[in-house]
């Protein structure tokens, strides 16, 4: 879902030391997972006299093996979590959608972690989750996320307000490919992958995106001072508090066991529901009752909410007045 096809490596540095730290520590991980399954087998050949001791290393090794996706985890979260908050709040200009779209993209990460450890490039697969999180269309009927907040720089500050100013007024496509292409120094082929454009739309889409914010604000309008522009502001943002990787990671979590109860839960509700069906549902045809006609005189048994007209009323009466409901000749004779 989030994994990009990129070249070999990005126009510029905006990132590289964020994302290299992030991939050694990823790396760093699986080689200590490798090492550690290396020794167990190892110690699994040592002659049953040694197995006690042995057995506690082999504790060890299971130890670090566990903790080994966790520490790699809490690694590019330490590592990747500053930059992308201040890229979300670039895109929305919101503070706290721009945490909740990193902690919502970290979430994704650790429950795809043995996905995520052994992508190419991890901080990008988590920034594509920020990305697509912070700019859902979903968001604009919250009403707490309907305008930007304000300007969270200085008052001095003038040139970063009016290019957070300028790129809010683009569209979130552009807004998105603008970021990558010149705030990051993405190729455009990776900028088009990561966006799942074509090479071509993301070519279009950066230079009208130029063009608009050259409109609102003309020193923008050399690529250079834009990108060094972009840099500053990813780099000089708001302060924007963030949780620690453990909460992440159980809040992930639980996140999983409260959707999996839930798909327990409705799966009961249906299972119930359609053995409720089969167990009260007609298994024939029952044809609805004809309607009665009157014989002999004799009205359609009607419901109360039907009130006798005075013909009906007299036969009623006449009938109640005969013995036993009947004529005389079939009441016996009693002496």
């Known amino acids: 879902m989030y994994k990009r096809q990129s070249g070999d490596g990005s126009r510029g540095g905006a990132c590289a030391g964020p994302e290299a730290a992030a991939q050694d520590a990823t790396d760093a991980a699986a080689a200590e997972s490798a090492a550690a399954d290396d020794g167990s087998a190892d110690d699994a050949t040592v002659d049953d006299d040694v197995s006690a001791g042995d057995g506690s290393a082999d504790d060890g090794l299971a130890g670090d093996e566990v903790s080994a996706p966790a520490a790699a985890f809490d690694a590019l979260y330490e590592w990747a979590a500053p930059v992308l908050v201040q890229q979300a709040y670039l895109l929305t200009g919101r503070r706290r959608l721009s945490r909740e779209a990193v902690e919502y993209a970290f979430h994704l990460a650790w429950e795809r972690w043995p996905e995520v450890a052994v992508d190419r ?44 100013a300028a790129v809010l007024e683009l569209p979130p496509a552009y807004r998105r490919t603008l970021l990558l292409y010149d705030g990051l120094g993405l190729d455009l082929p990776e900028t088009a992958a990561e966006t799942e454009a074509s090479t071509p739309a993301a070519g279009n889409r950066v230079l ?41 990671r159980s809040g992930s979590e639980r996140r999983v066991r409260l959707w999996t109860r839930a798909a327990i839960v409705l799966t009961v509700l249906i299972i119930g529901a359609t053995a409720f069906t089969l167990a009260t549902a007609p298994t024939s045809y029952q044809p609805p009752l004809a309607p009665g006609e009157p014989v002999a005189g004799v009205p359609v048994l009607s419901g109360p909410e039907r009130s006798l007209t005075p013909k009906d009323a007299a036969l009623r009466d006449k009938l109640r007045s005969e013995p036993a409901g009947g004529p ?6 009693l002496p």
């Open 121 to 164: 490039d991890p901080v990008g697969w988590v920034r594509a989750a920020v990305h697509e999180y912070a700019l859902s269309p979903w968001h604009r009927f919250r009403r707490s996320q309907r305008s930007p907040d304000k300007p969270g720089t200085p008052a001095a500050d003038l040139a970063a307000q009016a290019l957070r």
């Open 208 to 248: 009208h995106a130029r063009a608009a914010l050259a409109e609102r604000v003309p020193e923008l309008a050399d690529p250079a001072v834009l990108h060094k522009r972009l840099s500053y502001v990813l780099a000089k943002g708001p302060a924007i508090a963030l949780t620690v990787p453990r909460t992440v």
């Open 328 to 333: 005389e000749r079939l009441v016996p004779q």
